[in-house]
């Protein structure tokens, strides 16, 4: 295994949130609608020849979610691997709490709150980069 040396280029942290913000809204938000799809119901029995359309698709919607809940659980472990950050990503795009709610609960004032929100999307972009090969962290040029 081959690690690839750290990029040392200056992140771009405006255009890197936005990044992050776009992944929640639009894959995280897909995941999670994947990931609570009903559970098919039980097999009923029939003297009707097998359909074997029908039985993929099934299995297909069953592989689908089991995957999209693989997906949610690396982003949980992502996002628990962020130390005092946690807290700041969590609130914003799990929670899908407004910035004066985030500083209400944790306490901080609003510049305190955005830089550290700014950080840990920088933080978990670099983690999904290295780890899931996503392309969130943007540089400067």
């Known amino acids: 295994m081959r690690l690839d040396p750290p990029d040392n280029r200056e992140v771009d942290y405006s255009k890197t949130r936005n990044n992050v913000t776009n992944w929640f809204d639009t894959e995280y938000s897909k995941y999670q609608r994947l990931a609570n799809i009903p559970e098919i119901s039980s097999v009923r029995m029939s003297l009707a020849p097998k359909s074997t359309v029908h039985a993929n698709g099934i299995e297909d919607l069953t592989v689908t979610r089991a995957n999209a ?3 949610l ?7 628990n691997s962020l130390g005092d950050y ?4 969590e609130a914003r795009y799990i929670k899908k709490l407004q910035a004066w709610q ?3 609960r944790l306490g901080f004032g609003h ?3 955005q830089n550290r929100i700014r950080k840990a ?15 969130l962290t943007a540089y400067k040029d």
């Open 69 to 71: 809940k693989q997906v």
């Open 73 to 79: 659980e690396f982003v949980e472990a992502v996002i």
């Open 86 to 89: 946690k807290p700041f990503l």
């Open 102 to 104: 985030i500083e209400e």
């Open 111 to 113: 510049s305190q709150t």
């Open 121 to 135: 999307c920088a933080l978990f972009a670099q983690t999904m980069d290295m780890t899931a090969g996503t392309r």
